[in-house]
């Protein structure tokens, strides 16, 4: 058997504006990702956590669903497409915590 692609997956999150931002994006070795999915949760105390927001950017492209747009959404999105923007220019340099197998 021949390993066609190898990829890495990884999901990442934040808490922004009292909400939790989870970010999801896969890579080959030595390449930048070419799209991140983002999905944000609003947490309401009587109701618990709902999706509020989802979607997709690539490099030239920013494809977003809203549930209830409230005009203080809109620093979040410009947070959400800033991150997701440096994300894909290999630009975010944090590693992923827990069990790193790289020696």
């Known amino acids: 058997m021949q390993i066609i692609q190898k990829t890495t997956r990884i999901t990442a999150q934040e808490e922004v504006q009292g909400t939790n931002v989870m970010y999801s994006y896969e ?3 030595e390449q ?3 799209a ?3 999905s944000v949760q609003k947490n309401i105390e009587a109701q618990g956590s709902y ?3 989802s979607g997709t950017v690539t490099e030239h492209d920013f494809n ?3 549930n209830n747009f409230q005009p203080s959404d809109i620093d979040l ?3 959400i497409h800033t991150t997701c923007t440096a994300i894909i220019k290999g630009e975010n340099a944090e590693k992923p915590k ?3 197998t790289k020696k």
């Open 27 to 29: 890579f080959e070795k």
């Open 32 to 34: 930048n990702p070419q």
């Open 36 to 38: 991140v999915a983002f």
């Open 51 to 53: 999706p509020y927001l």
């Open 64 to 66: 977003m669903q809203n």
């Open 77 to 79: 999105i410009k947070h």
């Open 98 to 100: 827990g069990n790193d």
